[in-house]
């Protein structure tokens, strides 16, 4: 399948509130329920960056995928050092395996890089981000402070030696969890 991934607009929320209801849908080890909602509070938060937020649309212009990234830190006593978490991707059931979602990932880990970013996590239970060279975060003593399994705490470094000593745990924003920032 032919198709772009852009930085979303606006005028996209409406069908990415449906692309990840469709593609959640039926996929319990990786869901909760909280999606769309964190969705709306991470685009609230203000680390916020909506070249950090992407679609994938057909030839006709249609959005058939979504993925968005935000900030996090990796802290330990010692050190401190920013990356991006990939929170949400998601692909309409009917696209899926065409290899839209490895689309959005790259052009999300090029955004990442060019912003001067270490690494890229996500935490995921398939192996979707291992066919896309993500490693157990744990190989780099980096922990999750999200309770999920160890195999699903991911991450990738952007260059060699990104992650050289930057052992830590990984903090993610508030709002990831369901706190809405009163940063406005």
């Not at 929320?13 to 909602?37: L, M, Q």
């Not at 900030?71 to 899926?96: C, M, N, W, Y």
């Not at 999920?148 to 830590?168: C, E, R, S, T």
Request: glycine letters at 8%; charged letters at 25%; hydrophobic letters at 40%.
């Amino acid at each position: 399948m032919e198709i772009s991934v852009e930085t979303i607009d606006r005028k996209d929320y409406a069908a990415v509130r449906t692309i990840i209801a469709d593609s959640y849908e039926n996929d319990g080890p990786n869901t909760d329920g909280d999606e769309i909602d964190m969705i709306d509070r991470l685009r609230e938060s203000s680390g916020y960056n909506e070249k950090f937020e992407v679609v994938a649309k057909d030839r006709n212009g249609e959005i058939v995928g979504h993925a968005l990234m935000v900030p996090a830190t990796v802290r330990s006593a010692t050190v401190k050092f920013p990356i991006v978490s990939i929170v949400e991707i998601g692909v309409l059931h009917e696209d899926q395996n065409d290899g839209i979602g490895q689309e959005m990932v790259i052009e999300l880990e090029t955004r990442a890089r060019l912003a001067g970013y270490r690494a890229v996590s996500a935490v995921d239970n398939s192996d979707f981000f291992f066919r896309n060279n993500y490693v157990p975060a744990d190989n780099f003593n980096i922990l999750p402070t999200v309770n999920v399994d160890f195999n699903a705490n991911l991450i990738k470094p952007l260059f060699d030696g990104a992650l050289y000593n930057k052992g830590g745990k990984i903090y993610y924003p508030e709002e990831y969890f369901g706190v809405r920032s009163t940063n406005y």
